[in-house]
């Protein structure tokens, strides 16, 4: 019974990261009304940089998340590399301005979560098949 209240806790607990990452301005107000079905637009934006700011402080949080993440026991390898590398795609479509990154930012991401993730497992002795 507590593994499925864990499970469901986790599940609810990601979605609504995504959720506000994705709906809260930069501004950190959030408005749903801005986002009907008349508004939703799919753009490509792309990179502007290769190199510029490689590391920032984006970069910690990258590292936090994807450590809490590893925490989560039904996480697998295979799923942080589909979660952490389809959050870098999504970010080229999302028009906020935190989601501006170079190409190089966007491998540091990928190296981060990586070191988060593999950081907390290799602490907890956790296999990630």
Same mark, same amino acid.
């Given at each position: ?5 864990r499970?469901y ?10 959720i506000?990452?994705?709906?809260c ?8 009304d801005?986002?009907g079905?008349?508004?939703?637009s $799919?753009? !490509?934006y792309?990179?502007?940089? *290769?190199?510029?700011?490689? @590391?920032n402080?984006?970069? =910690?949080?990258? #590292? ?7 925490? $989560?026991? !039904?996480?697998?390898?295979?799923? *942080?590399?589909?979660?952490? @590398?389809?959050?870098e795609? =999504?970010?080229? #479509? ?15 991401d990928?190296?981060f979560?990586w070191?988060g ?9 956790r296999?990630?098949?």
């Open positions: 019974m507590y593994q499925y209240i499970t806790i986790s599940i609810y607990f990601i979605i609504l990261l995504f506000s990452t994705v709906f301005d930069d501004n950190k107000t959030t408005s749903f801005s986002y079905i008349n508004n939703i $799919i753009e !490509f792309q990179p502007q940089s *290769f190199s510029k700011d490689p @590391i402080y984006y970069s =910690l949080i990258h #590292f936090v998340e994807y450590a809490v993440l590893a925490i $989560i026991p !039904f996480v697998k390898i295979k799923h *942080f590399w589909s979660i952490s @590398i389809g959050w795609v =999504l970010e080229l #479509f999302i028009s906020k301005e935190w989601a501006r990154e170079s190409w190089l930012n966007k491998l540091f990928l190296f979560n070191l993730f593999k950081s907390v497992r290799a602490y907890f002795g296999k990630s098949k």
